[in-house]
């Protein structure tokens, strides 16, 4: 079986700096995908990371470690409409992704 | 493009009953997926399909099936629904399996009485 793990909720001031960790112990990976998921709503591609290092797409950085099995999302500058679930997705082998639970982000004025 | 879009958003079963959700993409692309998303759980993969013709199952596939006819459309068939199969279920599409960016539709809500 597949073990992705984020921890369940964060809290935030909007203006801050938020970092979600996610580890991952899967049978083949392919690359790390984080997804960002708001109430009600389908799931929207916020990143992609297959190598090792940092990848920056404005307000939101990912950042992998392979030999670790780790791997962040880092949101910053928060604002209202970043409070959401985000989700944690290893690509594995048959081109299938294994998701975390998901970590609910809730920022505060 | 519309993207994938699924129907019906909604729908009420009773336990033993039957019924299929509609799934189809407008991108070309050839892997398509059905999750189910329990609340406060992630995405758990239920069938996916790399062609048409080809479909393999994923971590839950008990209690459903699928087919896939055509590149566009990949209904997923619940045979005597059971409460457990309450869930929010998401169709997936992407081009291929190593850039595997997926495309979600807006989702089915299931609730079996």
């Known amino acids: 079986g597949q073990n992705i793990d984020q921890p369940t909720e964060m809290t935030a001031t909007e203006g801050a700096i938020v970092q979600i960790n996610c580890t991952y112990q899967?049978?083949?990976?392919?690359?790390l995908f984080w997804y960002q998921q708001h109430a009600g709503e389908a799931p929207t591609f916020l990143s992609y990371?297959?190598?090792?290092g940092l990848e920056e797409k404005g307000r939101f950085s990912s950042f992998l470690s392979r030999s670790k099995g780790y791997s962040y999302l880092l949101l910053k500058e928060l604002q209202m409409k970043d409070s959401a679930s985000y989700l944690c997705?290893?690509?594995?082998?048959?081109?299938?992704?294994?998701f975390g639970a998901g970590t609910t982000v809730t920022v505060r004025a | 493009n519309a993207g994938v879009t699924q129907t019906p958003k909604f729908r009420i079963l009773k336990i033993g009953q039957s019924m299929t959700l509609q799934c189809t993409q407008d991108?070309?692309?050839?892997?398509m997926y059905w999750y189910r998303q329990d609340p406060g759980m992630g995405l758990k993969l239920i069938y996916y399909?790399?062609?048409?013709?080809?479909?393999d199952k994923g971590e839950v596939p008990n209690g459903y099936n699928v087919s896939r006819s055509t590149t566009e459309d990949f209904p997923l068939r619940l045979e005597l629904a059971a409460p457990s199969q309450t869930s929010v279920y998401f169709c997936?599409?992407?081009?291929?399996?190593?850039?595997?960016?997926?495309?979600f539709g807006p989702g089915t809500r299931l609730t079996v009485l």
């Open positions: 997936a599409s992407s081009l291929s399996s190593s850039y595997n960016e997926q495309f």
């Open positions: 899967t049978s083949g990976f392919n690359g």
């Open positions: 990371n297959v190598l090792d």
């Open positions: 997705a290893v690509l594995l082998h048959g081109g299938e992704l294994s």
């Open positions: 991108m070309n692309h050839n892997y």
């Open positions: 399909s790399v062609g048409a013709g080809i479909t």
